[in-house]
């Protein structure tokens, strides 16, 4: 039994290499990738839905190719958005107990059994992340990413919080604990930026592409 167990493990690491392997192959040949996070259980018809699908057809305009977890929800309208815009539409879907059901408007659909794997896709393809209102998922998403920044591991990169009645209590107690009681900086939450604006999200995108593209060429 215990042969069968070390087994068992040793080919999990060959899977998730596998994993890590496909997304590189799959995603290297996107440049400027805005990721958008939220709920899986917002309908077409909630609010957060249909200004998410608004923006991610705007930032496709622009350019930008529209990245989410590929499932429905505001993952879905991000897709969709992505899709209106003819702009590539990249779904890093996941395997779970309640099976995932995939959104139809991804051009590119990748599959992940783990989710350490498919955050690293997340972290090292976006030039920006938008998290519209969300649960669980939606907040470990968004602490991976200030964790990473924060540690200087990763990128910095503008991190958009949509919806201010959502998102501005927990800035507060960020600010009021955190900060605080000296357990972050101050300047840790400036790469928060709260809004309820599509107008101020693209403008924030843009001037970090700019500043981003303007360093690549230095």
Sequence with gaps: MIEDFKGDESWRVFRIISEFTEGIDRLSSFEEIITIFGSARLAPDSFYYQRTVELASRLGNDGFAIMSGGGPGIMEAANRGAAEAATPSIGLNIALPAEQ??????????????????????????????????????????????????????????????????????????????????????????????????????????????????????
């Design 101 to 218: 059901q995939s959104n139809p408007y991804q051009t590119t659909s990748l599959n992940f059994r783990y989710f350490f794997v498919r955050k690293v896709m997340f972290v090292k393809y976006s030039i920006g992340y938008v998290c519209m209102p969300g649960g669980f998922g939606t907040l470990d998403e968004l602490s991976e990413a200030l964790t990473l920044m924060q540690t200087h591991k990763a990128y910095p990169l503008p991190i958009i919080l949509f919806g201010v009645d959502f998102w501005s209590g927990l800035v507060t107690w960020f600010r009021e604990q955190l900060v605080g009681e000296k357990l972050v900086k101050e300047q840790d939450l400036d790469l928060l930026h709260v809004t309820d604006s599509i107008d101020e999200t693209v403008a924030i995108l843009l001037a970090h592409r700019k500043l981003k593209r303007a360093y690549r060429h230095r």
